[in-house]
Nanobody, 121 residues
């Protein structure tokens, strides 16, 4: 069984910062790409940032220069440092991980429960 647990969400004023973290635990043979997605009311879920096991990163255009994704492979943890937050960043943020359960399985997407980020103007 695999579990992703997120933390760090909350309320912040525009221009402020938050740091999200997500730790994967359970039966994990290999933890590959990890990322953060978000979904605002009335909108579809969108990619915010992703980081590969080797540390390569990609960001949505809307967060480039403001957000930084990183990971600690030894702790199976991914972080999202969010600076210069805008009201448009308000959403539920979901942790995502692509995991091999064992050497015989295919890669599977796992999701956290989500953490609310609210940015006031």
């Amino acid at each position: 069984q695999v579990q992703l647990v997120e933390s760090g969400g909350g309320l912040v004023q525009a221009g402020g910062s938050l740091r999200l973290s997500c730790t994967a635990s359970g039966s994990i043979f290999k933890l590959n790409a990890m990322g953060w997605y978000r979904q605002a009311p009335g909108k579809q879920r969108e990619l915010v940032a992703v980081v590969t096991r080797g540390g390569n990163t990609n960001y949505a255009d809307s967060v480039k220069g403001r957000f930084t994704i990183s990971r600690d492979n030894a702790k199976n943890t991914v972080f999202l440092q969010m600076n210069s937050l805008k009201p448009e960043d308000t959403a539920v943020y979901y942790c995502n991980a692509r995991i091999l359960r064992d050497s015989y399985s295919y890669e599977i997407d796992y999701w956290g429960q989500g953490t609310q980020v609210t940015v006031s103007s």
